[in-house]
Structure formats: C-alpha cells, structure tokens
C-alpha cells in the first residue's frame, strides 16, 4: 500500500467535509425538486465517496495499479447499470405492436 | 485488497442495480415506504459510521508513526462506533417488526400497494443485513488487529494488515453512504 504518510489535519478536514454533505444531503431531501432530489442525492453521495477513496484509503496517493482497480470495478458498474437502465426504462417509448398483449 | 474490493463493488452494485430498477417501476410505494425509516436514527448512524472511518485512519496514521498505544485506542475506538452502529441498526429493525414491515406472512402496509412495498422492505433488509453483517467481520478484524498492534506486531515498515483492515472499513462506509440517501431520503419532499 502506500508508504505517504498523510497529515492528520487532512484527516480532520475530511471529516469535517464529510459532516457538513451529510447534513447538506439531508437538508435538501426536504426541499421539493421533482426528479432533481434523486440527482442531488447521488452527487452528494459520490462526493462524499471520492472523498473517503482518495484521502481516508489514500489512493491519491497510492501505486497505478490501485487506480486501475478502482477504476475498473466503477467502470464495469456504470457500464452494468447502463445499459440496464437502456432497456427497463425505454420499454414504454415505443407502443407495443398489437396482437401483441 | 483491491482485487477483492472491486469483486465487493460488483456485488453490492448488483443490488444497487435492482433496488434502481424496481424504484423506477414503482416509485409511488417505494417512497410511502421510505417514509417509514426512522430519518433520525439513520442520520446519527450515518454520522457514527463516519466518525468510525476517521477514527479508522487514525489508527492507520498512528501505526505508520508507530505510536502503539495510540494506534491500540483508535482501533478500540473504531470497534466501539461500529458497534454504536449495529445496535442502532437493531433498533431500527425491532421497530419495523413492532410496525409489521418485515416482509412475510404478517406484512402490513396500507398506504400505497403492499405488494410494492414488500419489495422495498425486502430490498431494505437485504441490503442493510449484507451491510450489517460486512460490519461484523469488520469488527472481528478490528478486534484482531488491535490485539496484534497489542502484541507488537506492527511497526511503521510492517503496518499492511492494518491498512488492509482499514481500506475494508472504510469501503464498508463507502457503501453507506449510498444505501442512507437511497433508502432514507428517496422520498421525504414527496416529489414523486
């Protein structure tokens, strides 16, 4: 793993970061955006996520070889939910043919 | 430990997925059933949870400074927030069995379709349980390493296993930070 050492304020102000997303998250699950909620939800959530992997488990400053694993496993679940998603939610689009139902 | 922590990101991503599906279907009954969380004791344990990664890259910092007493504490420490986790967490869960929410044969629901909300609940405890119980072998490593930091075992040029240890906890709080939005707060504006 890494040999950086990381100074404990970086830890501190990570944490601190982390609090204030966590109250934010919370704050705004209770203001009415329609379809903006689910989107502030997960923006706050993969930010607090880089926030962890890059300082708290030190890939910032980790070997190639972690980002490439990292990177992979989010890789391969974007591609996963993709084109799930590009099947379950396009199905209404197009009218089913009749003689069909 | 990367390896096996994007074999983890697969695994847990393959519920994501499903939850995502079956929310978009029928996003009525999973938002009335999200109400039905307990939007307090989540946020608190979100916070414990966090509070448990930073004392976790604590202990890392103070092993690789080499300070044992020290990194002894923070791996206690860590121990006794995640433990503060779980019995909340079962607190939550008793709750829900007093509401009849756990999906079976006594399942009660009446605000939106049972049916739909029985998923959500399957998809709470399924996901939540994994993630109870990833805790638990985490805490059984914790324990190990702070006996093994005890021991002398660790030193500044031989510190991976704690930091092995550390890269799983913090993964663990990774996957957190997505089920409280997704589960807790889907719903509360009532947008949907």
């Avoid at chain 2, 079962?90 to 399942?107: N, R, T």
Wanted: proline residues 3%; aromatic residues 18%; charged residues 10%.
């Amino acid at each position: 793993m890494s040999e950086h050492i990381i100074p404990r304020k970086v830890y501190f102000t990570i944490f601190g970061a982390l609090m204030v997303l966590l109250a934010f998250t919370v704050g705004i699950a209770y203001v009415h955006l329609g379809e903006l909620n689910v989107v502030a939800a997960m923006t706050i959530a993969v930010t607090k996520a880089l926030l962890i992997i890059l300082y708290f488990m030190h890939v910032r400053y980790s070997f190639r070889l972690s980002w490439v694993w990292v990177g992979a496993g989010f890789f391969w679940l974007i591609i996963m939910f993709a084109l799930t998603f590009s099947d379950y939610f396009t199905r209404d689009w197009l009218p089913v043919p009749t003689g069909w139902k | 430990m990367w390896v096996f922590l994007t074999t983890e990101v697969m695994f847990f991503g393959g519920l994501f997925l499903g939850y995502a599906v079956y929310r978009g279907s029928y996003s009525h009954a999973f938002g009335m059933a999200s109400e039905h969380l307990d939007i307090v004791l989540g946020t608190i344990n979100t916070a414990v949870l966090l509070c448990s990664s930073l004392t976790m890259a604590l202990a890392v910092h103070a092993t690789q400074l080499g300070t044992r007493k020290t990194a002894v504490m923070f791996l206690l420490l860590t121990i006794l927030l995640g433990s503060v986790f779980l019995g909340i967490k079962g607190v939550e869960y008793y709750h829900k069995y007093d509401e009849s929410l756990i999906p079976g044969h006594d399942f009660h629901f009446e605000n939106a379709d049972p049916r739909h909300a029985q998923i959500f609940f399957s998809f709470y405890f399924v996901m939540t349980g994994m993630h109870a119980l990833h805790m638990v072998i985490g805490i059984g490593l914790l324990a190990l390493m702070a006996y093994w930091t005890y021991a002398g075992r660790f030193s500044p040029e031989h510190a991976s296993p704690i930091e092995i240890t550390g890269l799983y906890w913090h993964f663990v709080d990774i996957v957190w930070v997505f089920l409280f939005p997704l589960l807790y707060l889907i719903d509360r504006s009532g947008s949907m």
